[in-house]
């Protein structure tokens, strides 16, 4: 006699909560966006919230916002919390972990911004740890993140690398002389764009031009020191600030540049190196943070961060010799057949949080932040290897 098929299972539902307003088109609101999408895809219910108030210290009206969009969810449900919307709030994401099954979703943490003095360092490391402690899941963006974090006591059993996914773009010719250069990234003192100006100014006898892409309003006073700083040195026309672009629009500024630049002092990952892969571009970037391991061998130069030296260096072997932008850009076309898509990204992301549903609630980490507690340095993380870290982009 042959059996009824069973029941498909019901759609998977979940709330992802971020920090202000989802459509932000820095790397971290990208890659949560895009894990919705192919979450959706796949058939999952999800609902994004995006919280009133300041992040990442919190005021009151991030504390109250993220404590109805946990009171709204009924017991048992899932939860995935950005980092950015957590790692101040411990005390709100304790108040509901009991009855919720809460994920979070770490980029890079808190305390490892660039420009913070010692004690807002120290204050984002105490509070991350705190509302990491909370939480069944962490969810890091790349390998190195999950090392960092064991620093704020997230044992390998509680975590999970899912790199970004990236979508293939038309294959640039990168032969163009003079060589166009490309920076696609917020205008924040963490990208480096200082960096970058001074090693051009440098250069400035070189032909060349180079458009800088990402948002100059998130720290409207670096970006306006930014402006100030290419005026003094002669180089408006050559270089440019073109603030965010999407789309087409971005899609073309990749396809018309002949060589990638990202001199970030520190990334949690990297997705821009990705997306220059993606198009078949050489790269010139830095070892900060996750960079050294995102930028594959034979598809760039890395240098140190913070390095004007250097980056001058080797921004004047790459405009004076084109024979070696040509050997990094089939080097990066190479790279280019290895990369994953983004659903492979939110499938991995899906399996994340069934296998959590799926293992029976374990009791919370003790809070181990206090108020002696001092933040490790983020350029030496301990050699910890997550417990789940899918093949992806490099």
């Known amino acids: 006699m042959t059996r009824p098929a069973a029941d ?47 992040f990442p210290a919190p005021d009151a009206a991030a504390r109250r916002a993220l404590d109805a969009a946990l009171a709204a969810v009924p017991a048992g449900g899932r939860v995935v919390i950005d980092g950015l919307a957590l ?35 120290a204050a984002f490391f105490s509070t991350e740890r705190a509302a990491l402690a909370t939480v069944e899941r962490v969810i890091a963006t790349s390998a190195f993140t999950a090392r960092r974090l064991a620093d704020f006591g997230v044992s390998p059993a509680r975590l999970t690398v899912i790199e970004p996914g990236v979508d293939v773009l038309p294959l640039a010719p990168a032969d163009h002389e003079p060589p166009r250069l490309l920076c696609v990234a917020t205008l924040i003192p963490r990208k480096g764009h200082e960096l970058l100006v001074a090693a051009l100014a440098r250069l400035a006898a070189l032909a060349w031009t180079c458009d800088c892409i990402g948002s100059t309003t998130r720290d409207p006073a670096h970006a306006a020191r930014l402006a100030t700083a290419i005026a003094a040195h002669g180089l408006d026309g050559r270089l440019r600030l073109r603030g965010e672009l999407a789309g087409e629009a971005l899609r073309d500024a990749y396809r018309g540049a002949d060589l990638f630049v990202l001199p970030s002092h520190y990334e949690g990952y990297g997705m821009v190196i990705t ?8 790269v010139l970037t830095t070892t900060g943070g996750a960079l050294a391991d995102t930028l594959p061998p034979g598809a760039g130069l890395a240098v140190p961060p913070g ?88």
């Not at 790397?27 to 999800?46: C, H, K, P």
């Not at 005390?91 to 994920?103: D, G, I, M, N, Q």
């Not at 997306?275 to 050489?282: D, I, K, M, N």
């Not at 072997?317 to 659903?343: E, H, I, N, V």
């Open 275 to 282: 997306e220059a892969l993606a198009g078949g571009l050489p």
């Open 87 to 121: 790692g101040g709030l411990p005390e709100v994401a304790a108040a509901h972990a009991p009855r919720l099954r809460l994920t979070a979703l770490v980029h890079h943490p808190l305390a490892d911004e660039t420009g913070l003095d010692a004690a807002r360092r």
């Open 8 to 54: 498909p299972p019901p759609p998977a539902t979940l709330r992802f909560i971020v920090a202000g307003d989802p459509g932000q088109l820095t790397g971290g609101y990208v890659y949560d966006a895009r894990i919705v999408a192919a979450l959706r895809a796949r058939g999952w219910t999800v609902e994004v919230v995006g919280l009133a108030g300041r």
């Open 307 to 394: 390095d004007v030296d250097a980056l001058t260096d080797a921004l004047r072997r790459l405009l004076q010799t084109p024979s070696l932008r040509l050997q990094l850009r089939d080097g990066a076309r190479t790279a280019r057949a290895t990369l994953k898509d983004w659903q492979a990204s939110g499938d991995a992301f899906a399996a994340a949080l069934l296998r959590t549903a799926a293992s029976a609630p374990s009791a919370a980490p003790s809070r181990a932040s206090r108020a002696g507690d001092v933040a490790p340095s983020p350029s030496a993380p301990p050699d910890t290897t997550p417990d789940a870290t899918p093949d992806g982009p490099r």
